[in-house]
Each structure stands twice: as structure tokens, then as C-alpha cells.
């Protein structure tokens, strides 16, 4: 079997590491003495030794993951123990190691002052340290320790998860969503070689015979693509099974699947592995993460169907401009594509592209209020005729800026900029330069370049020179410099695209 799957060598236990801090050797021999076969919870105690404030200050910065320190009070001075105290509480900041202040002058550091005055966790007078007692105390105050930690690891735990869970909800597709969900788990758990995802696209009536594997990250990157059952070992195909049928997390001893499953019934599920040190916590953790990632996942798949919705309104409100003016739905649907090109050659997000290839196309949706004498006149308007025509930008935009929804509110935006020019010449607003907006620029370019090589009853379509000829002349005047030249370095794929949608 792949040696992916290896048992890891099993780990030593770590031990409670106490610090005893005393000018005299023979309490630091006394207490290693008593306390060397002490054990609590199975483990066992490592000893560090300080002989003054000063060794110990040293000593606890570079272990503080220390849980009890042993401190004396008077060392290089009557005061330099609670001198001490200060400095790891306030000055270094542990607030984790319990001090357990034992002194053989108890005159001299009056038990009532220092409990109230200095923050310590116990106060012992040597002489009353038997060797049970001292077993006593250590126990009673690991326990503190063990407590107190036990706290703080949940506490940062669920920060963890609240910072992997943000992450993940901040992603919109579904490739990204699964990765991130695959590097946040794996973080959070400190699992090192990482986890894959296996999405099952359609409910099925019964168990599929293979999960794909659609994302992996660490080792199991080269598994993707593949048949999760063919490449994982039979135990942990089983998993996945398992987890299939019944519908719910399943964990074992040295691994586990998560399974997820949104409103359109599609199933998704995580595997990782190489869990063996997965703690009580951490499984925690875990469940926690997964209720937060099925709220994420559900949510996902929500907002594309409300976006979905919204595609849906502006491709029948399109439709129906563009069956007034009597051109074909092809051509808004060729807009929204051509200024998705030159918006990712602008450097536009993903999530703002899609929404630009959506929202150009009702560019012209103003038309709709545009008398058909003058909408479908084949001649040249007259004066009054060109004043009617030229409305149908403010109407477009005020009409779409009614609208809550965001893919309506920016094709309203498009709507009334797509006519400016560039050098302030154009209409409703006579907006001049990055006065329009970005949206308005690359919708007016990509309009007039399919509508020039387009064929129209009044006219033929134009040549591939002559569109770039015009659009040439028309730069710095009509048009963005930028985006024509964005234009021009894609002109092949622009014209592919009038090819995959043709009249």
C-alpha cells in the first residue's frame, strides 16, 4: 500500500514541566528528591532549576509553557521572589504557570499581603512542606493548570474556527469554497499532509460506485480527478461509503470523512487523514467547523440561485428590448460576453466580470419606451427624432435603478453611461474621462464593436479593418484608450466569440 498511508511511530508523553527557583541546592535536591516517580495524569515531571530571580526570569521567557513554578521569596534580595511575580505576570505576561510561593521566612513575606497583593495561585511555609504534602500541593495545582489550559485552548480553538470559518464564507464558487474549506480544516487540526474533497453531483438511489476526487491540497494534490475509492486504501473507501449512506460525519481512529449536503441534494464529502493524535478538542473543534461549513455551503448555493434569478429577469428583459428594435437576442447575449473579455484584460475580479456579462446586455433597455416610428425608422432621424431616441438611456436607468437587486442596479448604471464618450461629447450627462464609469466604457466599446460587424436591415456588416479602422479614429474621443487597446491585444477572442453566437 502507497506509503501515504503509513502508521506514524507513536509519541512519547510529554511531561509537566516545573520549575523550581531557590538559593539553595539542598530545596532543589529535596524536591527532585520526593517528587521523582510523581505522576499525574501519566505523566511525568520535568525539573528545570533557577538559583535566583534573575536565572529564573531567563529561564521561564524561553519555557512558557511551564505549569508550576516553586518560587522562594528571599534570594539577591528580601523581595526579589514577589519582584519576580510581577515580572512573569505583567512584564512577560504568563498568565498559565501557577506559582506556588514557598518561603522560609514567613515574617518576612506575610501570607495575608502577599495573596492579596501579588498574583499567585499558594503560599507555603517550607517547614510545613512534608514530603505528602508537597505531592498534595503539586497535584492540586496541576489540576488548576491542566484547567486553566484546557480553557485558554478552547477559547483559541474557537477563535480558530471563527477565523477558518470567515475565510471560507468570503469564497462564491464552488472550487474555491471546496479549497478553502480543505486548508482551513487541515490548519486547524494541524494535519500536515492534508485532506481531499469528493462532490456527488446528483442524488442518487443508491451508493455510487466511485466518489471523484474535485479538490485535494498537500499530498493528496495528485490524487485529483481520480477515484477517491481506487486510490485510498479499502478501510477509508469504506469510510466514504459509510458516511454516504448513513449522511453524517464519521470518525475513526486514524482518520475521518465529513459529509454535507445543500437544498439541491448535491453531497459532498471531506476526507482526512493521518488523525492519530486528534485530541477530545480538536474533535470539538472539528464538529464546530463542520456545523459552520454546512451554513456556508447551504448559504453558497443560495446566493447562486438568488443570483441565478436575477440572470434569469435580465435575459427575458433583454430579450424583449431587443425584439422592439429588431435586433437579435445573440447580440446582447455577445455583449455581456465581450465585456466580460475586456473586463478580465482590465484586471476585474471574477465575481465582478460575471456580473458585468450579465448586466451589459440590458444596456439598451430603454428602447422599450422608444416609439417604434422612431425605434425602427431606416433612415436618418431628424433633430427631434434623435432628441426622442436619445432618452432611452435615462429611461433604461431609471427603470433598472427601482430595482434592489445588484445585477439590475449596475446594468441601470450601464444603462445611462454606455453612450458618454471619453471625451465628454456624449449623452445624457456629457460625463467626460473616469467620470463614466468602468462598467459604461467597456459596454459602450464592446456594443459598437459587434454592432458594426453585424449585418442590420439598414445595413451590411463591416469588415474586420474597417470595425478596427473606426474604432482607431475613435479613440481618445468616443472611446477608453485603454480598453481599445485591451480590444486590439484580444481581438482573436472577440471575434470568437461573435463566432460562438451568431445571428
Given at each position: 500500500?502507497?506509503?501515504?498511508?503509513?502508521?506514524?511511530?507513536?509519541?512519547?508523553?510529554?511531561?509537566?514541566?516545573?520549575?523550581?527557583?531557590?538559593?539553595?541546592?539542598?530545596?532543589?535536591?529535596?524536591?527532585?528528591?520526593?517528587?521523582?516517580?510523581?505522576?499525574?495524569?501519566?505523566?511525568?515531571?520535568?525539573?528545570?532549576?533557577?538559583?535566583?530571580?534573575?536565572?529564573?526570569?531567563?529561564?521561564?521567557?524561553?519555557?512558557?509553557?511551564?505549569?508550576?513554578?516553586?518560587?522562594?521569596?528571599?534570594?539577591?534580595?528580601?523581595?526579589?521572589?514577589?519582584?519576580?511575580?510581577?515580572?512573569?505576570?505583567?512584564?512577560?505576561?504568563?498568565?498559565?504557570?501557577?506559582?506556588?510561593?514557598?518561603?522560609?521566612?514567613?515574617?518576612?513575606?506575610?501570607?495575608?499581603?502577599?495573596?492579596?497583593?501579588?498574583?499567585?495561585?499558594?503560599?507555603?511555609?517550607?517547614?510545613?512542606?512534608?514530603?505528602?504534602?508537597?505531592?498534595?500541593?503539586?497535584?492540586?495545582?496541576?489540576?488548576?493548570?491542566?484547567?486553566?489550559?484546557?480553557?485558554?485552548?478552547?477559547?483559541?480553538?474557537?477563535?480558530?474556527?471563527?477565523?477558518?470559518?470567515?475565510?471560507?464564507?468570503?469564497?462564491?464558487?464552488?472550487?474555491?469554497?471546496?479549497?478553502?474549506?480543505?486548508?482551513?480544516?487541515?490548519?486547524?487540526?494541524?494535519?500536515?499532509?492534508?485532506?481531499?474533497?469528493?462532490?456527488?453531483?446528483?442524488?442518487?438511489?443508491?451508493?455510487?460506485?466511485?466518489?471523484?476526487?474535485?479538490?485535494?491540497?498537500?499530498?493528496?494534490?495528485?490524487?485529483?480527478?481520480?477515484?477517491?475509492?481506487?486510490?485510498?486504501?479499502?478501510?477509508?473507501?469504506?469510510?466514504?461509503?459509510?458516511?454516504?449512506?448513513?449522511?453524517?460525519?464519521?470518525?475513526?481512529?486514524?482518520?475521518?470523512?465529513?459529509?454535507?449536503?445543500?437544498?439541491?441534494?448535491?453531497?459532498?464529502?471531506?476526507?482526512?487523514?493521518?488523525?492519530?493524535?486528534?485530541?477530545?478538542?480538536?474533535?470539538?473543534?472539528?464538529?464546530?467547523?463542520?456545523?459552520?461549513?454546512?451554513?456556508?455551503?447551504?448559504?453558497?448555493?443560495?446566493?447562486?440561485?438568488?443570483?441565478?434569478?436575477?440572470?434569469?429577469?435580465?435575459?427575458?428583459?433583454?430579450?424583449?428590448a431587443e425584439s422592439r428594435s429588431k435586433d437579435t437576442l445573440n447580440h446582447v447575449k455577445r455583449v455581456g460576453h465581450l465585456a466580460d473579455l475586456i473586463g478580465e484584460a482590465y484586471g476585474l475580479e471574477s465575481r465582478a466580470r460575471e456580473m458585468l456579462r450579465y448586466a451589459a446586455p440590458l444596456h439598451d433597455i430603454g428602447k422599450i419606451g422608444i416609439p417604434d416610428s422612431v425605434l425602427n425608422k431606416p433612415g436618418t432621424h431628424s433633430p427631434e427624432e434623435t432628441d426622442v431616441m436619445r432618452t432611452h438611456a435615462r429611461i433604461g436607468a431609471q427603470w433598472l435603478a427601482a430595482s434592489r437587486l445588484p445585477l439590475l442596479q449596475l446594468a441601470a448604471i450601464i444603462a445611462e453611461d454606455h453612450h458618454e464618450n471619453?471625451?465628454?461629447?456624449?449623452?445624457?450627462?456629457?460625463?467626460?474621462?473616469?467620470?463614466?464609469?468602468?462598467?459604461?466604457?467597456?459596454?459602450?466599446?464592446?456594443?459598437?464593436?459587434?454592432?458594426?460587424?453585424?449585418?442590420?436591415?439598414?445595413?451590411?456588416?463591416?469588415?474586420?479593418?474597417?470595425?478596427?479602422?473606426?474604432?482607431?479614429?475613435?479613440?481618445?474621443?468616443?472611446?477608453?484608450?485603454?480598453?481599445?487597446?485591451?480590444?486590439?491585444?484580444?481581438?482573436?477572442?472577440?471575434?470568437?466569440?461573435?463566432?460562438?453566437?451568431?445571428?
Open positions: 500500500m502507497d506509503e501515504l498511508f503509513a502508521p506514524e511511530e507513536t509519541t512519547t508523553v510529554q511531561p509537566w514541566k516545573v520549575m523550581i527557583v531557590d538559593d539553595e541546592p539542598e530545596v532543589h535536591n529535596v524536591t527532585r528528591l520526593v517528587l521523582s516517580n510523581f505522576r499525574f495524569e501519566n505523566r511525568p515531571l520535568q525539573f528545570l532549576q533557577a538559583y535566583s530571580a534573575r536565572e529564573a526570569r531567563g529561564l521561564i521567557a524561553q519555557n512558557p509553557d511551564t505549569s508550576v513554578m516553586l518560587l522562594d521569596v528571599v534570594m539577591e534580595s528580601d523581595q526579589a521572589g514577589l519582584d519576580l511575580v510581577k515580572i512573569i505576570r505583567n512584564e512577560i505576561g504568563n498568565r498559565f504557570v501557577r506559582i506556588v510561593l514557598r518561603t522560609g521566612q514567613p515574617g518576612q513575606a506575610p501570607e495575608q499581603d502577599v495573596i492579596a497583593n501579588y498574583d499567585i495561585n499558594d503560599y507555603k511555609e517550607k517547614t510545613e512542606l512534608t514530603a505528602q504534602k508537597l505531592s498534595t500541593m503539586m497535584y492540586a495545582t496541576l489540576r488548576a493548570h491542566r484547567d486553566i489550559m484546557t480553557i485558554e485552548a478552547n477559547k483559541r480553538g474557537l477563535e480558530r474556527v471563527i477565523e477558518a470559518s470567515a475565510r471560507i464564507f468570503s469564497h462564491q464558487h464552488s472550487h474555491e469554497f471546496a479549497s478553502a474549506v480543505l486548508g482551513q480544516l487541515t490548519t486547524l487540526v494541524g494535519v500536515e499532509r492534508g485532506a481531499l474533497y469528493c462532490k456527488v453531483p446528483r442524488p442518487a438511489t443508491q451508493t455510487p460506485e466511485h466518489f471523484v476526487i474535485a479538490a485535494a491540497n498537500g499530498d493528496y494534490s495528485r490524487f485529483v480527478d481520480n477515484n477517491a475509492d481506487e486510490r485510498l486504501p479499502p478501510h477509508i473507501a469504506d469510510t466514504l461509503r459509510d458516511a454516504y449512506t448513513r449522511k453524517r460525519h464519521v470518525f475513526n481512529k486514524d482518520h475521518y470523512v465529513l459529509h454535507f449536503t445543500d437544498s439541491h441534494r448535491t453531497e459532498s464529502l471531506l476526507y482526512v487523514g493521518e488523525t492519530w493524535d486528534l485530541t477530545p478538542l480538536d474533535m470539538k473543534l472539528v464538529e464546530v467547523f463542520c456545523t459552520n461549513v454546512s451554513i456556508a455551503f447551504e448559504n453558497l448555493h443560495l446566493q447562486r440561485e438568488m443570483f441565478d434569478s436575477q440572470v434569469e429577469i435580465v435575459t427575458l428583459l433583454a430579450g424583449v471619453w471625451d465628454g461629447s456624449g449623452y445624457p450627462r456629457g460625463l467626460r474621462g473616469d467620470e463614466i464609469s468602468i462598467g459604461g466604457r467597456i459596454t459602450a466599446l464592446a456594443d459598437v464593436f459587434d454592432a458594426l460587424g453585424s449585418k442590420r436591415c439598414y445595413k451590411e456588416a463591416w469588415s474586420a479593418e474597417d470595425i478596427r479602422a473606426f474604432i482607431r479614429e475613435q479613440t481618445g474621443k468616443k472611446f477608453d484608450p485603454r480598453l481599445v487597446q485591451l480590444l486590439f491585444d484580444n481581438w482573436q477572442r472577440a471575434e470568437q466569440i461573435r463566432a460562438r453566437f451568431p445571428d
